[in-house]
Nanobody, 111 residues
Framework: QVQLVESGGGLVQAGGSLRLACAAS????????MGWYRQAPGQQRELVAG???????NYADSVKGRFTISRDNAKNTVYLQMDSLKPEDTAMYYC?????WGKGTLVTVSS
């Protein structure tokens, strides 16, 4: 059974950084496309960053140059390094693999 567990969210001031982690079980992050999504109150869930088996990555325009997705195959974990955070980055962040979703971790950026 696939499980995705996010961690690392919290409250940070604008300009600060956070690193989110998605620990996977029941599957290998090395061989699967993984993504980070976010959903702000009253907004639709949107793709923030993705990484595929080859290691290629893609980002939403709003986070390019500020966020970095990566994975640690040995730990079977996908990370989202978030730098230069803005209040508009405030959202629940979710890890995704196909039909599987984690429960999310909340990121709040204060101005």
């Amino acid at each position: 059974q696939v499980q995705l567990v996010e961690s690392g969210g919290g409250l940070v001031q604008a300009g600060g950084s956070l690193r989110l982690a998605c620990a996977a079980s029941g599957m290998s992050v090395r061989f699967n496309a993984m993504g980070w999504y976010r959903q702000a109150p009253g907004q639709q869930r949107e793709l923030v960053a993705g990484i595929i088996a080859s290691g290629s990555t893609n980002y939403a325009d709003s986070v390019k140059g500020r966020f970095t997705i990566s994975r640690d195959n040995a730990k079977n974990t996908v990370y989202l390094q978030m730098d230069s955070l803005k209040p508009e980055d405030t959202a629940m962040y979710y890890c995704n693999r196909g039909v599987y979703w984690g429960k999310g971790t909340l990121v709040t950026v204060s101005s």
